[in-house]
């Protein structure tokens, strides 16, 4: 018989698995504890959006606090690399073990040039691959230059405006040939050949696509904690019916329980390994792009919490603004802000802010005060409140009480304000 959890305690498990049920570490960030991070998430999707900061910063800002982003250049761009691009939920940074993995289940094809005419696409693979056998890593620009590529006039206006040699590039990276050795500062991948980037990939001459799925599908419930087949599947973006043969096995060998949650009316696993918190005391502004966000559904279902991304949405119609990030207090996404970093003023910009129906009565002052913390991280010493959203006031005025009191990246005791459990 499974065991029949309530939905406060499926959220806290969801929470514990993802790091986000306690306070921030009270000391430095280290580069140990910016590991034991990722390697609790398995990834972190990429985005080129920067009107805040390139989004895989913001997951470890929301767990850690104020750490240094230069950890992670040196996680994603040193030998040996504990970060690694490739598709997964998205385009994402994801651990090294999941590479081989990834490769024989993500079909991103229509992202490169797959349609391309073969002949001209092996003829551009074939001068890629011999520059990146002998050079340093190198951009789709410098390449096109390398090998002295020019573009017919008359091409098709495909996918991103890209040319035939960042096609064959994306082509070559989806196959596992080339990888991502770094980033400019401009946000372009340094290509390099994959085996240089992860050579012990190249060793493994037999896969086992079944093996490799149920190893996925294992990590992607341990980042979750609890959640359905539908939720595992799109953590790495596997196939739902394979996915659920592979949550069958795992729960055949005792790595996965089903469970039954009172109002989520699906069918629940739990990981075994999986952290039940007698309470849940986090605070954090999430990315768009946060894992425990993935999934809407899900997002909905266990939080109540109906969000969309409106960055495609024309300005008139959005409801709640262009970079909106959830607020979570505690086990509760409870409000929503629309934020920019003004960064030649110095100063990180809410353009609105809202409260969610049931959001207690410390949201403003608990709001300001991550606010603030953000950014000191970001380097915007000022934190300024528009009046858009049924929270702007109250928040403008957390904001201009909070002034210039220090803050930590835990909960902060302010004179006049009680603490809350």
């Known amino acids: 018989m499974s065991a029949t959890l309530s939905l406060d305690q ?45 989004s895989h910063y913001l997951p470890f800002f929301s767990r850690l606090g104020n750490y240094d982003r230069e950890i992670l250049h040196r996680m994603s761009g040193q030998a040996p690399r504990r970060m690694v691009e490739y598709w997964a939920h998205e385009a994402s940074y994801i651990r090294p073990e999941h590479y081989r993995d990834l490769l024989l289940w993500q079909k991103r094809s229509w992202v490169g040039a797959s349609r391309m005419d073969p002949e001209l696409r092996s003829d551009i693979a074939g001068k890629i691959l011999s520059v990146l056998a002998g050079s340093r890593p190198t951009t789709a620009s410098e390449l096109t230059a390398r090998i002295g590529h020019v573009e017919e006039r008359h091409t098709d206006n495909w996918g991103w405006n890209w040319n035939a040699v960042k096609r064959v590039l994306e082509h070559l990276f989806e196959e596992g040939a080339v990888s991502a050795a770094s980033r400019t500062g401009q946000f372009e991948r340094k290509y390099t050949l994959a085996a240089k980037v992860l050579p012990l990939a190249a060793s493994i001459t037999e896969p086992d696509p079944a093996a490799a799925l149920q190893r996925l599908t294992d990590a992607a419930a341990m980042a979750h904690g609890i959640g359905s087949v539908r939720c595992f599947a799109d953590y790495f973006r596997t196939p739902v019916k394979a996915t659920a043969l592979a949550v069958e ?29 007698r309470r849940a005391t986090g605070r954090a502004l999430l990315s768009p792009f946060d894992s425990l966000v993935f999934e809407r559904r899900r997002l909905l279902e266990l939080f109540g919490f109906h969000y969309r991304i409106e960055i495609y949405t024309p300005e008139p119609k959005r409801r709640f603004g262009y970079y909106v990030l959830p607020f979570l207090l505690r086990d509760r996404i409870v409000a929503r802000v629309d934020v920019k970093a003004d960064r030649t003023g110095g100063r990180l910009l809410v353009r609105s802010a809202f409260a969610e129906p049931d959001a207690p009565a410390d949201t403003a002052v608990e709001l300001a005060a991550e606010l603030k913390l953000m950014g000191q991280w970001l380097g915007l010493p000022e934190v300024e409140a528009g009046p858009a959203g049924d929270l702007a006031a109250r928040l403008a005025q957390e904001l201009g009480r909070l002034g210039d009191y220090p803050l930590s990246g835990k909960r902060e005791q302010r004179p006049g304000v009680s603490p809350v459990d």
């Open 10 to 54: 499926a959220r806290r498990i969801a929470l514990a698995a993802q790091g986000l049920h306690k306070g921030r570490p009270t000391g430095p960030v280290t580069a140990r504890a910016v590991g034991r991070t990722f390697a609790r998430l398995q990834l972190v999707q990429i985005d080129s959006v920067n009107v805040l900061v390139r």
């Open 249 to 277: 096995n795992l729960v055949a060998e005792g790595r996965l329980e089903r469970v039954t949650v009172n109002g989520w009316n699906r069918e629940i696993f739990r990981h075994v390994e999986a952290a039940l918190p």
